[in-house]
């Protein structure tokens, strides 16, 4: 467009998980081109409806494909947290284990200990696996899609 200043409806459902709906935020950046930011809550396709004067753009609704991100391990795979610490007290360890004697990770066979060498960031005990930290994991760095589309 040659100006700014027109309201751009975007919505964007997962295809497969209706109730699944991603809010978007658009921004007129004032000279024809807008931007738009979203943060899927889950991977798969979604369409993506972009509208400007109630109209379809060219091509709308798009199909977006998103893929979860292999989280990286940030721990060590360790057989648990006292050996891997030299008998340090206030190691802690993703697995939840705990040692009586004011001790705050785990032991082997200690209450929470998996019984065997586990990631010490999440307590997954799969070496060649991604990371289940509790909450999610760390998020994913945004990146920034420029598409261009005709009216």
């Not at 109730?19 to 738009?36: H, L, P």
């Not at 709308?60 to 721990?75: D, E, N, T, Y």
Request: hydrophobic content about 25%.
């Amino acid at each position: 467009m040659g100006r700014g200043g027109e309201a751009v409806l975007v919505s964007i459902v997962h295809k497969d998980k209706k109730e699944c709906v991603v809010e978007a935020t658009v921004a007129d950046n004032g000279d024809g081109s807008y931007g738009v930011s979203y943060v899927p809550a889950e991977p798969g396709p979604y369409s993506v409806w972009v509208c400007v004067k109630a109209q379809h753009v060219k091509g709308s609704p798009f199909v977006l494909a998103v893929q979860r991100k292999f989280r990286r391990h940030r721990g060590t795979f360790h057989c648990c947290s006292f050996c891997s610490s030299r008998g340090a007290k206030d190691a802690r360890c993703g697995c939840g284990g705990s040692m009586p004697g004011g001790y705050q990770g785990c032991g082997h066979g200690h209450r929470g200990h998996p019984g065997r060498p586990h990631w010490s960031c999440c307590g997954s005990v799969l070496e060649g696996s991604e990371c289940v930290r509790p909450g999610g994991g760390i998020p994913c760095s945004p990146r920034s899609v420029r598409r261009t589309v005709e009216l």
